[in-house]
T-cell receptor, first 118, second 111 residues
Framework: DGGITQSPKYLFRKEGQNVTLSCEQNLNHDAMYWYRQDPGQGLRLIYYSQIVNDFQKGDIAEGYSVSREKKESFPLTVTSAQKNPTAFYLC?????????????????FGPGTRLTVL | SQQGEEDPQALSIQEGENATMNCSYKTSINNLQWYRQNSGRGLVHLIL?????REKHSGRLRVTLDTSKKSSSLLITASRAADTASYFC???????????FGKGTMLLVSP
């Protein structure tokens, strides 16, 4: 799981409540990402940020919001507007650079937060 | 973005056998990566192959890339029970900074 932490590991929410998922990294990576994983669906991109104070919508941003006030932190808020929020949420950061005549840019993932709406 | 497709969706083999997983995609790519996920955990990066590479090795892993067919394969040789996990391909579109993930192959290696 590298140097990325996510909390909490399990989160239960009542319908109509907003909840915030934490993601912190100490890898000094500029880019960070939030994904949602549903059974049989693979990972889908919610939001990403390539630099502090900047972020972009991914494929399924509706009902979610993010902030990037610090390089180390990229919290995700699941709002009451998200109609089906029960899922496994994964945060990642990207290592980027040059090596061997090319670039490398693999992502490092946190352990995930499993959100359940009651 | 469109997800990649992995094939097969699930694979069950015995220890010592080889496991081959395939991935297809639909766009021009900068690179293609393979990740592993143990049940209920985060993903772990296994290997990256650039669009100008055709084959890459890392330990018991061998990845091939055929850009003309828009496909990649991951071969795990001499599999072990500890290789049991889900494996995902992910590709980076040319000109973008995000990865598109496939739906994954669930590999079960029995002792």
């Amino acid at each position: 799981d590298g140097g990325i932490t996510q909390s909490p590991k399990y989160l239960f929410r009542k319908e109509g409540q907003n909840v915030t998922l934490s993601c912190e990294q100490n890898l000094n990576h500029d880019a960070m990402y939030w994904y949602r994983q549903d059974p049989g669906q693979g990972l889908r991109l919610i939001y990403y940020s390539q630099i502090v104070n900047d972020f972009q919508k991914g494929d399924i941003a509706e009902g979610y919001s993010v902030s990037r006030e610090k390089k180390e932190s990229f919290p995700l808020t699941v709002t009451s507007a998200q109609k089906n929020p029960t899922a496994f949420y994964l945060c990642a950061s990207r290592r980027e650079g040059l090596a061997g005549g090319g670039t490398y840019n693999e992502q490092f993932f946190g352990p995930g937060t499993r959100l359940t709406v009651l | 973005s469109q997800q990649g497709e992995e094939d097969p969706q699930a694979l069950s083999i015995q220890e010592g056998e080889n496991a081959t997983m395939n991935c297809s995609y639909k766009t021009s790519i900068n690179n293609l990566q393979w990740y592993r996920q143990n049940s209920g955990r985060g993903l772990v990066h296994l290997i990256l192959i650039r669009s100008n590479e055709r084959e890459k090795h890392s330990g018991r892993l061998r990845v091939t890339l055929d850009t003309s067919k828009k496909s990649s394969s991951l071969l795990i040789t001499a599999s072990r029970a500890a290789d049991t996990a889900s494996y995902f391909c992910a590709y980076m579109n040319s000109g973008y900074s995000t990865l598109t993930f496939g739906k994954g192959t669930m590999l079960l290696v029995s002792p």
